[in-house]
């Protein structure tokens, strides 16, 4: 009996031990996130953005299931260069899939971290370039065949827009998301008097991007109305569908839908 109880109270003393234990454990888990949450610094977004925006993305999907309102397009960003206080300025291009050597939109984005007054994480400004037709297809190019960073820096024209992001909520798929102000930037093309843009980077690598033009009546002019383009990463063989309907440029008749839903021209 006496050795039965002091294995008893033995084995209380070892579960309270264990609590105890995994309590401490649970608090400095808690306590390391933090610190770790803590250190992530306003660079450390700003670059996690631009890495993000990079590469080669497509609209497929969206084109193959709602062909009435997307096109399947191309986004390519890559680095251009970087600025004196550390702005990250990236080569932005939108091509058709069959014709990627025509652009019909070209930017530079700069990327840097928001105002420490403003309660966002990250500046994505939009720039045209001066001359648009010296930067076609550059992320294509070798390095020694591009305009250098000092060209870069003098070939940044008038900011066309403006999106503030912040880190996504718990239980969301997207990384970051922001706009531009309620009121938008200036924008003359196809009868609109102000333009809006609303921007997510996700998880998985898309970019989902939603252009939109308005007159002075607040009437969209251009840019799609069912949302945005999601634009998903490269797959590893651009020809496995090379024949599809999708991948072929867009005849005349298309051409003339576009200007309602989506920019060609917009600079």
């Given at each position: 009996m006496g050795s039965g109880e002091e294995d008893t109270g033995g084995g209380g003393g070892g579960a309270v031990r264990g609590a105890v234990l995994k309590a401490l454990v649970v608090v400095g888990g808690v306590l390391l996130l933090r610190r770790l949450?803590?250190?992530?610094?306003?660079?450390?977004?700003?670059?996690a953005v631009a890495d993000a925006l990079s590469g080669e993305k497509f609209s497929r999907e969206q084109a193959r299931k709602d062909p009435d309102n997307y096109f399947n397009l191309r986004m390519l960003t890559c680095p251009a260069t970087e600025m004196v206080d550390g702005s990250r300025v990236l080569y932005?291009?939108?091509?058709?899939?069959?014709?990627?050597?025509?652009?019909?939109?070209?930017?530079?984005?700069?990327?840097?971290?928001?105002?420490?007054?403003?309660?966002?994480?990250?500046?994505?400004?939009s720039y045209a370039i001066r001359d648009a037709e010296e930067y076609k297809?550059?992320?294509?190019?070798?390095?020694?065949?591009?305009?250098?960073?000092?060209?870069?820096?003098?070939?940044?024209?008038?900011?066309?827009?403006?999106?503030?992001?912040?880190?996504?909520?718990?239980?969301?798929?997207?990384?970051?998301?922001?706009?531009?102000?309620?009121?938008?930037?200036?924008?003359?093309?196809?009868?609109?008097?102000?333009?809006?843009?609303d921007l997510s980077i996700h998880k998985n690598g898309e970019v989902h991007i939603w252009d939109k033009g308005f007159n002075d009546e607040g009437n969209q002019v251009w840019g799609t109305k069912a949302g945005p383009y999601e634009f998903k990463p490269a797959p590893k063989s651009k020809y496995d569908d090379m024949f599809s309907p999708l991948n072929f440029s867009a005849p005349l008749s298309l051409?003339?839908?576009?200007?309602k839903a989506y920019v060609i021209d917009d600079q």
């Open positions: 949450r803590r250190s992530t610094t306003r660079w450390d977004h700003a670059r932005f291009e939108q091509a058709f899939w069959r014709t990627p050597e025509k652009p019909f939109r070209q930017r530079f984005y700069m990327v840097k971290p928001c105002p420490k007054e403003m309660k966002c994480d990250v500046e994505l400004s297809n550059f992320c294509d190019r070798p390095k020694d065949q591009r305009p250098q960073p000092e060209e870069v820096i003098a070939d940044i024209a008038e900011r066309l827009t403006t999106i503030h992001l912040s880190q996504c909520g718990r239980g969301k798929r997207c990384l970051y998301e922001g706009s531009t102000p309620p009121e938008g930037f200036p924008n003359n093309w196809s009868g609109a008097s102000y333009c809006t843009s051409e003339k839908k576009l200007d």
